[in-house]
Structure formats: C-alpha cells, structure tokens
C-alpha cells in the first residue's frame, strides 16, 4: 500500500522553464510534508519542507504547494538549471516528532540545455 | 562536520551469508533509519528508532534485525542473505521522528 506516490517517473525541462514535480498521500494523518534531491551515488538531501498548517513555502528558487483537500502537493523550481538534474522524493510523516517519514517512488528531472 | 557515516560503501555476499552494515552520526539526533532503495520503489523503510533503546518495525523488516548500539550507532544485520536483500542501503538520522533527515552515502550490497 503506497502511502505516498509520485506518478511521474520522469520530467524533462529546458534551462531556465519551470519544473513543477507532483506528489499525493492517501493517509490523511500525514501533516508533514518534505522534499528530497538525490544525485547518483549520493544519500538523499533535504531540500524544502511544509506544514499542514500552511498552504504554500518558499526557499529561493523552490517552493512547495500543498493541497491538503486533494492530498496534493507539488514542488515548484524556477528558474531550473542543469545542476537541478537529479531524483526528486516527496516524504510524509505524521505529527512533527511522533512518526517516521515514509517516502515516494521519486522522479527523475533532466534539466535541458 | 562527518554527519551520517555508513560503512561499508559496497559489499558482495554470497546467499546465506551475515553481515552488519554500520551507521553513526555526529549530530546529536534522537532519531534513526534504516531504508532501501530499488529502482521503481523509491526509499522504503526497513527499520528505525525512533529514540535510544527503541527500534521499530518499518515497511520492509523481514530478513534484517537491527541494534540501536547507543545514541551515535544504528546498524543493520542481515543474518542470511538472499538475492532479494540485493540493493542499496541508506542510513538516516533526524533530530526526532518524522523530521528532516540527514542520510548518509548509502552502501550498495549485491547478494550473489
């Protein structure tokens, strides 16, 4: 049972377009939610992260979207750039200190010169 | 700053053999992982602990045992290892439970 899915394994963007990378929860316990980069032969890094209690969060050149109705969240890059070229995870985990992340399929985003 | 160090990077076994994948973290993190990841599953979660002296099942468990040595060490023991448990290997920690987590480099283990 995925609890978390990124139905997309792969985006291609040109340099300097938006990339927009989608993710959806089924558990509605979830009220965490986080955003991963991971190049190959690398751990995973954390990129951006959103509460429930907010609908939108920004860091620079990323932001993450979260539709709590439609257990919907996206990441936003723009502009995107080729070092942006990596596997992209949505997590979820339940509230803030009690529970563990559970991770998405990933999607591979392949940023175009 | 080492952050979340795994040992080994990568290890061949042969089927039934045992082994333990070390992780220790300097953070001072409460929190720890153990998690997979196979191409098309993305990171599946084998075991964590949640605190010192605890560890919980995760979505992966069977064939793995884990110990929680102190707060620094978390490790993984394959006690017999099948071509199933061919993968690689992440280590995570965070400060509590389902917070950011750092991982570290990960192992690649191939069962043969």
């Known amino acids: 049972d995925q609890q978390v899915k990124q139905n997309s394994p792969s985006l291609s963007v040109q340099e300097g377009r938006i990339s927009i990378l989608n993710c959806d929860y089924t558990?509605?316990?979830?009220?965490?939610f986080l955003w991963y980069k991971k190049y190959p032969a690398e751990g995973p890094t954390f990129l951006i992260s959103i509460s429930s209690i907010k609908d939108k969060n920004e860091d620079g050149r990323f932001t993450v979207f979260l539709n709590k109705s439609a257990k919907h969240l996206s990441l936003h890059i723009v502009p995107s750039q080729p070092g942006d070229s990596a596997v992209y995870f949505c997590?979820?985990?339940?509230?803030?200190?009690?529970?563990?992340?559970?991770f998405g399929q990933g999607t591979r985003l392949t940023i175009n010169p | 700053n080492a952050g979340v160090t795994q040992t080994p990077k990568f290890q061949v076994l042969k089927t039934g053999q045992s082994m333990t994948l070390q992780c220790a973290q300097d953070?001072?993190?409460?929190?720890m992982y153990w998690y997979r990841q196979d191409p098309g599953m993305g990171l599946r979660l084998i075991y964590y602990?949640?605190?010192?002296?605890?560890?919980d099942k995760g979505e992966v468990p069977n064939g793995y045992n884990v110990s929680r040595l102190n707060k620094r060490e978390f490790s993984l023991r394959l006690e017999s290892a099948a071509p199933s448990q061919t993968s690689v290997y992440f280590c995570?920690?965070?400060?509590?439970?389902?917070?950011?987590?750092?991982f570290g480099q990960g192992t690649r283990l191939t069962v043969v």
């Open positions: 558990n509605s316990m979830f009220d965490y």
């Open positions: 995570a920690s965070s400060r509590n439970s389902g917070t950011e987590a750092f």
């Open positions: 953070m001072n993190h409460n929190s």
């Open positions: 997590a979820a985990s339940g509230w803030q200190g009690a529970q563990k992340l559970v």
């Open positions: 602990s949640a605190s010192e002296g605890t560890t």
